[in-house]
């Protein structure tokens, strides 16, 4: 999607794209800092060059979501405006609205993983990459910050109407050890500019 038509639907009154797209926008742009620092770096590091491969490869991935995770919160809508005058129809609705609750976690779980990498490769440049670019690696990882908790806000949401409570507190617990990580991360990388 191009980009000003992306804001533009963003912008729009329908209900997708929305803050799951932006999400994984965000950590698209992140991973596209990213690169251009490692590639500012080259010269101070052999191991840039991989690391400007490996923020593209997110950078690919995280856009392909940002439609998928539009697509994802269609199903959701779409189950809920299945017929309900009978039971049967009633619990095939019912079932179906769980199925795509729990297909609409997907791609936020994506975007949380993704972003945590970006995270880590912004720390890494922030202390290693070109000094001259070091404020575009903590815009990267503060850009990988708010994907991430969109990520994961996406996933609470979605969690909340899901009567399959062992999915539930496995994705919690997933949840947890994510922002864990995060905090971690996030703690040093501002450590590193608290002197700005």
């Known amino acids: 999607m191009e980009v000003k038509r992306f804001l533009e639907s963003l912008a729009s009154s329908r ?9 994984a926008f965000a950590g698209a742009l992140s991973a596209s800092l990213i690169a251009m620092v490692a590639g500012l770096s080259l010269k101070r590091d052999g ?9 593209l490869r997110i950078q690919k991935r995280l856009y392909r979501a940002i439609e998928e995770d539009a697509r994802s ?17 009633r619990l095939r609705r019912s079932k179906e609205i769980q199925k795509a609750y729990r297909k609409a976690t997907v791609t936020p ?12 490769y912004a720390r890494y440049l922030i202390q290693e990459g070109n ?4 404020s575009d690696a903590g815009v990267a990882a503060f850009l990988a910050d ?9 996933i609470g949401v979605n969690l909340a109407p899901m009567s399959d409570k062992a999915f539930v507190k496995k994705m919690r617990t997933l949840m947890q050890k ?19």
Request: aromatic share 6%; with cysteine; glycine share 8%.
């Open 15 to 23: 209900p997708t794209p929305g803050g799951g797209s932006a999400s």
């Open 47 to 55: 191991d840039m060059k991989e690391l400007m491969k490996k923020a």
């Open 73 to 89: 919160y269609e199903a959701v809508l779409k189950a809920f405006r299945l017929p309900r005058e009978t039971d049967r129809q």
């Open 109 to 120: 779980q994506l975007v949380c993983e993704q972003s945590l990498n970006l995270l880590e």
């Open 131 to 134: 000094p001259n670019a070091r």
């Open 146 to 154: 708010a994907s991430l908790a969109g990520g994961l806000l996406n």
């Open 178 to 196: 994510w922002t864990q990580k995060r905090n971690l991360l996030m703690a040093g990388i501002l450590k590193s500019f608290k002197k700005i």
